[in-house]
């Protein structure tokens, strides 16, 4: 306790530590602050810093979205592709990541280094050649590997889903992917060493043609490049500024000028023919309203310029 008295022998000993230089009259002492300790695992470095992390997630959610749409307008179903995780790890976790046989491709990453690997459920290829061949597009209960012919048609629409994915890079490069070769056994691929660090970005699809997972592999390596390179050519803000703003002046809007309106009964509309009048509920000398991406922007007069028509702004809403 802080208001004890101390016996004459405690007394002693603290004045024979002050002589001795054991002890400094008015030394405050301190507790011991332990050191937080950050764990790294050597084996899986962290390449990639926050900004290019998050650059790649934009570009994975765009690949999401482009995946959806190529495969809904290709098969003429409802699908819907969403990101799952963007994972880094050696080459050899991938392969063993996978138990079951799946439908593998060895991608050629022009003008990256080496190869990258586009992987695809192989109950979800089945669901969707049965589609493509004009069926239902349901996913068999027993999965079993893809024939020639099966393989053929799940070629053609890859092939069309990478050249959509393409659209997604252009912003850091140019690529030029194709798809080299088909496998069932993703460990004859061999598309990187074991030991090499690969970056696999998933997707999950789910729809008509029920539930699959695809998978792009990308080496680390070949895609550091590019992120340095694209890093390095960052443009300044005012000039960002600049390019969103011809962005916007360049963008097309629905224009719409509605010269009145009025009401009529089901029969009249029906019984409609050529050279019938239909009275409007505004005036000739009224001004008319300008309709802009379904929102009343301007009111204005209709003419004519030269042999088309025009609409002369009076006033707006702001």
């Known amino acids: 306790m802080s208001n004890a008295i101390l016996t004459t022998q405690e007394v002693e000993a603290l004045l024979s530590a002050i002589e001795n230089g054991q002890v400094l009259v008015g030394q405050k002492i301190e507790s011991k602050k332990e050191r ?16 290019q992390k ?3 997630q934009k570009i994975s959610e765009a690949m999401a979205k482009t995946i959806g749409a190529t495969l809904s307008r290709f098969l003429r179903v409802s699908l819907d592709v969403e990101l799952i995780a963007i994972e880094e790890f050696s080459y050899e976790v991938f392969t063993n990541s996978f138990t079951d046989r799946i439908c593998a491709s060895a991608l050629s ?23 493509g ?11 079993r590997p893809l024939t020639l012919i099966e393989e053929s048609v799940i070629g053609v629409v890859l092939s069309n889903i990478v050249d959509d994915m393409k659209l997604c890079w252009l912003k850091l490069m140019q690529p030029e992917w194709k798809i080299e070769r088909m496998d069932m056994d993703i460990k004859s691929l061999q598309i990187a060493p074991p030991t090499e660090f690969v970056l696999a970005i ?7 043609l029920g539930n699959g997972t695809i998978i792009l592999c990308i080496p680390v390596t070949s895609l550091e490049m ?22 916007i002046r360049e963008t097309e809007l629905t224009t719409i000028a509605i010269l009145g309106s009025t009401q009529i009964v089901l029969n009249e509309l029906i019984n409609l023919k050529a050279g019938d009048v239909l009275r409007l509920d505004n005036k000739i000398t009224d001004d008319i309203c300008m309709v802009i991406e379904e929102k009343t922007k301007y009111y204005g007069k209709p003419g004519v310029i030269g042999n088309k028509l025009a609409f002369q702004v009076s006033s707006s809403i702001m």
Not at 117 to 128: A, E, K
């Open 36 to 51: 937080k300790i950050q764990h790294y695992d050597f084996r899986r470095p962290d390449r990639f810093p926050r900004e």
């Open 54 to 56: 998050l650059r790649l």
């Open 202 to 208: 998933n997707f999950a699809a789910n729809g008509d």
């Open 109 to 131: 990453l022009k003008p990256l280094n080496g190869f990258g690997c586009l992987t695809v459920d192989l109950g979800f290829c089945l669901s969707i050649v049965d589609r």
């Open 226 to 247: 590019v992120m340095v390179k694209s890093r390095a050519n960052k443009i300044e803000r005012k000039d960002e500024l600049t390019i969103i703003e011809s962005v």
């Open 133 to 143: 061949l004009g069926g239902p597009g349901k996913m068999p209960q027993k999965i």
